[in-house]
């Protein structure tokens, strides 16, 4: 049987008889091919199809070759196993080959694309052939669509390597980011020219601008991370790669949205999966924005891929980088951002918490580098209004929080019964002593420690306790600690100690300072908790005002009573001098009031500020003596 003429074939299509396929054929044919007998069985796949080889070969150059180069000149089987898109791609291109019309669609196109350059169903064998209609399709419909283009992405992946071969895969990531960058620069224009409008609507422009963002978490691994690098080569802005990312990776690692912690770590259980998620995982980390203190990329992301590389082994480098970047922003993070699980298979004690990633965390940010152009510009700012170490200087506040976020995170820790006590001991002692302003939350988690760990060595208990300043214990607190057991016999006599120097001072109220220390500028420092002037926090500062202010209103009530007195033995002083006439009488009478006088400026308890108040004082009574003589 010869090969069948095109005009028996167009007869037959026009007579719509179809042919009917061997009981041996398992893809079924619907569409309408010719009476005529088949001289050509195409297999592909599992499916094979009985066609005729002259559609075929006036089309394909690829069937044709294959024909040609046939040892047996009347061959009638040919294997096209490699074609992409498989049995359906075939069907779609020997359709076309036959005259029938098909519908080209984005869930194709990519498809029909690569079983024609398979196929070489090219200008060169026939005119409008099927490889010049999908490069039609793709420059009208794909290339100037995000979204478009996108989903004709998605399907490239099961057509490797011959998409990679057309370049079809680098020119729609070309397409993305340009179109992507384009909208970016429009909508900033737009922005631009309606900068008048709300804040709120602002917002609502830039999330809207973001609507092809998760579209890109259909992409596999591989394309996702190359069209994202092209983007940031083209000038995509930092915030928005960083939602991008923030959404792949909620959809790609399960880890990022458990939160039971048994759950979260069964996550893990399965090995393939385990290393799936860990090249997930140090990719993501290497497509971040750069480091900077103002990072668009919110810390309570950063600490969920932080636990998922610890969970999967990632490698040193990416778990460094994330330790870098959350101590960097450390001042915004919270306790559940350094609540770090340990690896199960890197822990040979067994603890709860991976204490050696948050001492590393803690230690980048203590040795922030202060010369870079950030910081020259703070310090600049700072400066014109604020001392470096005074209290309300941002530098201290942002280590004030350091401190209460690290006593939180001990106070949790020390819960488990399997943490080393040097461990413990070693972030106790990480921040300096300026950091805590008041150590009561140091004391709770030291406190908490000792009463899980009840057998720990003496020694490893007096270091564990030396990290506390008693001096900085509120009166609560060192209430708690005279009367706490658990406590070594050293610290609850420190406790005693400073507790009734701070009750000593309260009482006396200082009243020699008031006088004498005033006049050059000098008033005395009170302070419940024990703290100096280093570092106080705005509320702790304000307590220590109403206190003062308090105990200023007790002096001035005590020194009015003192001057009703004196005002009582003046007038007594007058009536004697009017009735007693001898002189001698006078005289005793009068050093008997001065004395008094003396009595109430005559400093008892505490020493002469210096010898010019002194000699102030001296001049003062007799100058007073002077006057009363007369």
């Known amino acids: 049987m010869g090969i069948a ?14 042919f009917r396929p061997s009981l041996s054929t398992r893809h079924t044919i619907d569409w309408p091919l010719s009476d005529v007998s088949s001289d050509l069985t195409v297999e592909v796949g599992t499916s094979s199809f009985a066609l005729h080889k002259f559609p075929l070969v006036s089309r394909s150059g690829k069937i044709r070759k294959l024909i040609s180069e046939a040892k047996d000149t009347k061959a009638t089987r040919i294997n096209l196993q490699g074609i992409p898109g498989g049995a359906e791609a075939f069907e779609l291109s020997a359709k076309f080959c036959y005259g029938v019309n098909i519908e080209i669609t984005l869930s194709n196109v990519a498809m029909i694309r690569c079983a024609a350059h398979y196929l070489q169903m090219t200008e060169e064998f026939a005119e409008k052939n099927l490889a010049t209609q999908a490069e039609s399709y793709l420059r009208e419909t794909v290339i100037s669509n995000i979204l478009n283009s996108i989903t004709v992405l998605q399907r490239c992946e099961m057509l490797l390597p011959v998409a990679e071969e057309i370049n079809l895969i680098s020119r729609i990531i070309t397409a993305i980011s340009s179109n992507v960058c384009k909208e970016q620069l429009t909508s900033g224009l737009s922005r631009l020219e309606t900068n008048l409008a709300s804040k709120s609507s602002t917002i609502d422009r830039e999330l809207a601008s973001d609507w092809w963002g998760k579209s890109l978490a259909v992409l596999n691994l591989d394309f996702f991370q190359r069209v994202l690098s092209t983007m940031k080569s083209k000038g995509l802005k930092q915030d928005t790669i960083s939602r991008i990312l923030i959404n792949y990776a909620h959809n790609s690692l399960q880890s990022l949205i458990v939160r039971d912690m048994q759950s979260w770590k069964c996550s893990f259980s399965d090995e393939e999966n385990q290393k799936k998620q860990r090249v997930i995982v140090e990719t993501i980390v290497g497509l971040l924005p750069t480091q900077s203190r103002k990072s668009p990329v919110p810390i309570a992301f950063l600490s969920g891929l ?21 101590g960097f922003q450390l001042d915004q993070a919270i306790l559940e951002d350094i609540l770090i699980p340990a690896n199960p298979q890197n822990n040979g004690h067994q603890t709860l918490y991976d204490t050696d990633t948050v001492s590393r965390i803690f230690s980048v940010f203590l040795n922030l580098d202060e010369e870079d152009d950030e910081g020259a510009q703070l310090r600049e700012e700072r400066d014109v209004c604020y001392e470096y170490d005074s209290p309300r200087s941002p530098k201290q506040s942002v280590i004030i929080k350091a401190s209460k976020l690290m006593d939180s995170y001990l106070a949790e820790i020390a819960l488990d019964s399997n943490l080393l006590p040097s461990k413990f001991i070693a972030l106790a002692e990480l921040l300096p002593d300026h950091a805590r302003v008041v150590n009561d939350g140091l004391y709770r988690a030291v406190d908490i420690f000792l009463k899980v760990h009840p057998n720990i060595k003496e020694s490893e208990r007096y270091r564990l306790c030396k990290t506390i300043d008693c001096q900085k214990l509120s009166q609560e607190a060192c209430s708690h600690a005279a009367q706490n057991e658990r406590l070594p016999v050293q610290m609850a006599v420190q406790v005693l100690y400073f507790e009734q120097i701070r009750l000593r001072n309260a009482m006396n109220g200082s009243h020699d300072q008031f006088f004498f220390g005033s006049a050059n500028g000098q008033y005395p420092q009170r302070s419940s908790s024990g703290v100096g002037s280093g570092a106080i ?21 005590r020194m009015r009573m003192r001057l009703t007195d004196l005002e009582k033995d003046h007038v007594s002083m007058k009536q004697e001098l009017v009735r007693a006439n001898p002189a001698n009488k006078i005289l005793r009478s009068l050093t008997k009031k001065l004395g008094k006088l003396n009595a109430l400026f005559r400093m008892r308890d505490v020493k002469p500020l210096n010898a010019k108040a002194t000699s102030e004082a001296r001049l003062l009574f007799q100058r007073r003596r002077r006057h009363s003589i007369s």
Not at 537 to 557: F, G, H, Q
């Open 5 to 18: 003429t095109v005009s028996e074939l167009k007869q037959s299509v026009s007579g719509k008889r179809t």
């Open 306 to 326: 932080l636990k998922t590389a610890v969970m999967v082994s990632a490698s040193s480098i990416c778990k460094a980088d994330l330790e870098r970047r959350i």
């Open 537 to 557: 926090s705005p509320r702790d500062n304000y307590a220590s005002v109403r206190r003062e202010n308090r105990e200023l209103k007790l002096e001035v009530a």
